[in-house]
Nanobody, 119 residues
Framework: QVQLVESGGGLAQPGGSLRLSCAVS????????MAWFRQAPGKEREFVAR????????SYVDSVKGRFTISTDNAKKTLYLQMNSLKPEDTALYYC????????????WGQGTQVTVSS
């Protein structure tokens, strides 16, 4: 059974930075992919970024391109999301997700970590 545990959320000022981490436990495969999704209050959950297990392929939602960077440390089985130039509209509950492949399906979800961007 795969478990995903996020950390690193919190309060940041506009223009600031945060780094989210996600510890992965359980059996994984080289075909797996990892992603971050987020859900803001009153809004639908949305895709933020994804990465294949080797870390060679990434993609981002347009609203975070150039500001967020997704990465993995396979030796530590940890997923990261470096978030720079944060905006109030980045405020959301961020979920770490594992998929069977780079295009999903997204089978395993963490409990989420809250990111709040406010002055």
């Amino acid at each position: 059974q795969v478990q995903l545990v996020e950390s690193g959320g919190g309060l940041a000022q506009p223009g600031g930075s945060l780094r989210l981490s996600c510890a992965v436990s359980g059996r994984t495969f080289s075909s797996n992919a990892m992603a971050w999704f987020r859900q803001a209050p009153g809004k639908e959950r949305e895709f933020v970024a994804r990465i294949n297990w080797s870390g060679s392929i990434t993609s981002y939602v347009d609203s975070v391109k150039g500001r967020f960077t997704i990465s993995t440390d396979n030796a530590k089985k940890t997923l990261y999301l470096q978030m720079n130039s944060l905006k109030p509209e980045d405020t959301a509950l961020y979920y770490c997700v594992m998929g069977r492949t780079y295009v999903g399906p997204w089978d395993y979800w963490g409990q989420g970590t809250q990111v709040t961007v406010s002055s």
